[in-house]
């Protein structure tokens, strides 16, 4: 190793926190691993109890319990894990934000179980996009969204249990390393963004009208697309919130048609929410509201397969419910709902022809009875300010995108009127 301050990589300094009383023998192992990549190694413990493992603690576990308002002291007295595991998310993020914020680590890397990955899993949601970020965890395989949330994190498989060193765990600990220093030691490159940034939503039945409006704005603006699948609907809401964009051009808002009907692809009650309370112009479109997802026909709820539901099978993996019409009213309260809690500019746009490609005219969903039913409630419950715009074409013509796009810029530059009167101390409140 390279002595510290001969070598720019020395520069790089990589967060190690972890439970160091049930996993100290690990963390040795992976501090060696770090130190060998010539990286700076910050040790930092979250465990309630005595550390083992033969190595230097930075920041002890008292610091985290402090943080959260506690301490270590009686986290160990009340025998409450659940409580000590709480305490110790809370304090662990706010340190690890502290360090973030001070400039004094360049990536973060932590290894666990359910307890520990919990633990490093709170701390890493609270970082921006694009620090680096690895976690081993022996619940890499399974549902994961509560550990990645919306943020990129690396989930790395443990293959064993995390408990010694061994042939699996040596090898293991040793990528995982890398792979977080060589994720520190990457810049990416540094771009001068001047246009204003479009957040667009998008499913596989409504592709061809969102590449057709990214055609439209690309020029002008930068938009970025999400996939409606749940998680993408989460991540763009998240990104709102952090003001990472101008506008949302909300074409696909199927996450809620899961959200009501207990489908695979739900991005939570929250969805909607993000553009009013980021004061940015929203535009929304219920583009494949006509369909609820879920996996193999095998896994649909047996209380749908028994009211006869219309099903289409997307993939062997994939099966489409269409909607019917209670849940296109319930379904058109709840955007209205929406739409009326935001104070920014907001409209909605309803595509007369078909809300998705399996609605278009002679296709599997297609029933525009229902689909009126839809927009009906969304009218009739919404506020009389915001506007609403008619199309007569399915959600996937070029007429359609051009639509869009058009009202997109008329709110964008309604919201600029209005931004500039609050500066100004000319808008009326």
């Known amino acids: 190793m390279l002595p510290q301050g001969e070598d720019d990589e020395m520069n790089i300094c990589i967060l190690m926190m972890g439970t160091f009383d049930s996993k100290g023998t690990e963390f040795a192992y992976l501090r060696q691993e770090l130190i060998k990549q010539h990286v700076r190694v910050l040790s930092m413990n979250t465990g309630i109890f005595e550390p083992t493992g033969d190595f230097p603690i930075d920041i002890g576990a008292e610091e985290s319990a402090k943080a959260a308002g506690e301490t270590l002291e009686n986290l160990r007295t009340r025998h409450d894990r659940g409580y000590a595991m709480d305490i110790m998310c809370q304090g662990a993020s706010s340190v690890v934000v502290k360090l973030y914020q001070e400039g004094k680590i360049q990536g973060i890397i932590s290894m666990g179980g359910g307890g ?19 976690c081993v965890t022996t619940l890499a395989s399974g549902d994961t969204r509560e550990y990645v949330g919306t943020k990129d994190i690396v989930l790395f498989p443990s293959i064993v249990d995390i408990c010694g060193i061994n042939r699996f765990s040596r090898t293991i600990l040793t990528r995982a390393g890398g792979a977080v220093c060589g994720m520190a030691m990457a810049e990416p490159q540094k771009v001068q963004e001047d246009k204003p940034v479009i957040f667009l939503s998008m499913f596989g039945n409504s592709t061809p009208c969102v590449e057709e409006c990214v055609r439209l704005l690309e020029q002008d603006y930068t938009p970025l697309v999400f996939h409606a699948t749940g998680g993408g609907g989460r991540t763009m809401e998240s990104l709102i919130l952090e003001g990472y964009c101008d506008a949302c051009l909300d074409i696909t808002t199927t996450e809620w048609a899961d959200e009501l009907c207990g489908g695979i692809l739900s991005a939570g009650s929250k ?8 004061h940015i112009p929203h535009v929304i479109v219920p583009g494949c509201l006509d369909m609820v997802n879920f996996g193999s026909r095998a896994t649909v709820p047996d209380k749908y397969v028994q009211d006869g539901r219309l099903f289409y099978e997307w ?30 500019p907001v409209a909605f746009l309803f595509p007369l022809r078909g809300i998705s490609i399996l609605d278009g005219e002679g296709e599997a969903f297609c029933d525009w009875e229902t689909d009126e039913v839809l927009f009906s409630a969304i009218e009739h419950n919404l506020r009389k300010d915001i506007p609403v715009y008619r199309v007569d074409a399915n959600i996937n013509d070029p007429l359609f995108s051009k639509r869009a796009v058009e009202v997109m810029l008329k709110l964008m530059e309604e919201g600029s009127i209005r931004k500039g009167r609050v500066e100004h101390g000319n808008c009326k409140k």
């Open 116 to 134: 520990g990955t919990s633990i490093a899993a709170s701390a890493m949601q609270k970082l921006p996009i694009g620090f680096p970020k690895v």
């Open 271 to 278: 969805r909607l929410d993000g553009p009013g309370k980021a």
């Open 315 to 344: 993939n062997p993996m994939v099966t489409l419910m269409r909607t019917n019409k209670e849940e296109n009213q319930k379904l058109g309260e709840i955007l209205a709902g929406k739409a009326n809690a935001s104070d920014s």
